[in-house]
């Protein structure tokens, strides 16, 4: 089909006409509509095996999570994006060279819970999420607690989410979030970089690549599933 417009407005791209028929017409795309349906099937119905599902939830252009997925093609990974227009890159890009294990959905994480069965995911990763700086907006957040109870329902036992960023104060929120909930921080860095342990393998993202660049420092956490959630 005929490629939609891919004006690039910086950072994010917004309102690319037709980017939302393209995607849905694309085969590497999850279709919306059915999304629901592949609940506690993904690996069987998505991928056609029983190997593990890892997500990116607000995936950007994909970037990170193509390179992730040539480099382990035995897990089944599935990036998430909200907006059709910045997902556009990412779809183009694998049609143009397509990694099996990968697929791609537009969706809003609001919704994550309604899609996975329990424990149906192995792993989450959120990289450079929007910090959503005004106190109004923190249930926006990626990292807040309702979101965390959401990732936990999904997540297999012992499974982890990976978080980046180069925002202090939202990592500071992120961590401050993890308090009397039912999660262990396995590793954390304030300068991942520069730390060797937590660095051996990074896979950098698009937003890592340009913030540390600038010479931002790049936090993370990696957190495990452990206890029981209250309810
Ligand atoms: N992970 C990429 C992009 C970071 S920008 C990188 O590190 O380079 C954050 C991305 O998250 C944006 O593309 C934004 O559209 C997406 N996003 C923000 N809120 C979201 C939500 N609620 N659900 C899904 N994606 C979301």
Redesign the pocket.
């Known amino acids: 089909m005929r490629a939609a417009g891919t004006e690039d407005n910086g950072m994010?791209l917004k309102n690319i006409k037709g980017s939302r028929e393209y995607i849905a017409a694309s085969e590497y795309v999850i279709d919306e509509e059915i999304m629901a349906s592949h609940k506690g099937k993904w690996a069987e119905e998505v991928y056609g095996n029983t190997r593990p599902l890892q997500i990116?939830?607000?995936?950007?252009k994909g970037?990170?999570i193509t390179a992730l997925a040539r480099l382990h093609p035995d897990i089944n990974y599935l990036g998430?994006?909200?907006?059709s227009s910045?997902l556009l890159r990412g779809v183009q890009k694998l049609e143009a060279d397509p990694v099996p294990n990968l697929r791609f959905l537009r969706?809003?994480?609001?919704g994550i819970d309604e899609i996975f069965a329990e424990g149906e995911v192995d792993r989450i990763y959120l990289?450079?999420?929007?910090p959503w700086p005004k106190d109004r907006h923190a249930k926006r957040r990626?990292e807040n607690k309702l979101f965390l109870r959401k990732y936990y329902k999904i997540l297999r036992p012992e499974g982890r989410i990976e978080f980046k960023t180069d925002n202090a104060d939202l990592f500071a929120f992120a961590v401050e979030e993890l308090k009397d909930e039912p999660w262990e921080v396995i590793g954390i860095t304030k300068d991942l970089h520069n730390d060797e342990a937590m660095n051996a393998g990074n896979v950098m993202?698009?937003?890592?690549e340009k913030f540390s660049a600038m010479g931002n420092p790049i936090y993370k956490y990696i957190i495990e599933r452990k206890g029981a959630l209250d309810s």
């Open positions: 994010r990116e939830i607000g995936m950007g970037k990170f998430i994006e909200k907006y910045t969706m809003d994480a609001e990289n450079f999420s929007d990626l993202t698009e937003y890592e």
